[in-house]
C-alpha cells in the first residue's frame, strides 16, 4: 500500500510560478511511475503529466508543455511539479497518482493504482 500525500499549492497571480511536491510513504517507491493530474469541479480529471520509475523520461500534456516539468527524487520518495507561467485556466485541484507501468496510457486515471487526496492551485487574472 502505498500513500500520496500532495503539497505546495496556493494562490498565484498568472504569470506567476508554483512548485507541487507529492511525498510517497509505504511500498517501493522507485517500483512506480508517478503522474499528475488535475481537477476542475464539473469537468473530468485531466492528465498534467508523467515520469518513469527512474525520473529519466516524461510526458506531458500540450496545455502545459514548456511550461510544467516534472522530477522524482527516489531517495527522498519525492515527485515534484514545477509549474511556470501559470494561467487562470491552470486553476484546479491537482493530484499525484502511482501505477505500475510506464507508458503512452500514462494519461488513463483508470490506470493508476494510488491518489493523493489533492491539493488546490488557483492562478488569479
Known amino acids: 500500500q502505498v500513500q500520496l500525500v500532495e503539497s505546495g499549492g496556493g494562490l498565484v497571480q498568472a504569470g506567476g510560478s508554483l512548485r507541487l511536491s507529492c511525498a510517497a510513504s509505504?511500498?517501493?517507491?522507485?517500483?512506480?511511475?508517478i503522474g499528475w493530474f488535475r481537477q476542475v469541479p464539473g469537468k473530468e480529471r485531466e492528465p498534467v503529466s508523467a515520469?518513469?520509475?527512474?525520473?529519466?523520461?516524461?510526458f506531458s500534456a500540450g496545455s502545459v508543455s514548456g511550461r510544467f516539468t516534472v522530477s522524482r527524487d527516489n531517495v527522498k520518495n519525492t515527485v515534484d511539479l514545477q509549474m511556470n507561467d501559470l494561467k487562470p485556466e491552470d486553476t484546479a485541484v491537482y493530484y499525484c497518482a502511482a501505477r505500475n507501468r510506464y507508458d503512452t496510457r500514462w494519461q488513463i486515471p483508470g490506470e493508476y493504482i494510488y491518489w493523493g487526496q489533492g491539493t488546490q492551485v488557483t492562478v488569479s487574472s
Open positions: 515520469i518513469s520509475f527512474s525520473g529519466q523520461s516524461s
Open positions: 509505504g511500498g517501493t517507491f522507485s517500483e512506480y511511475a
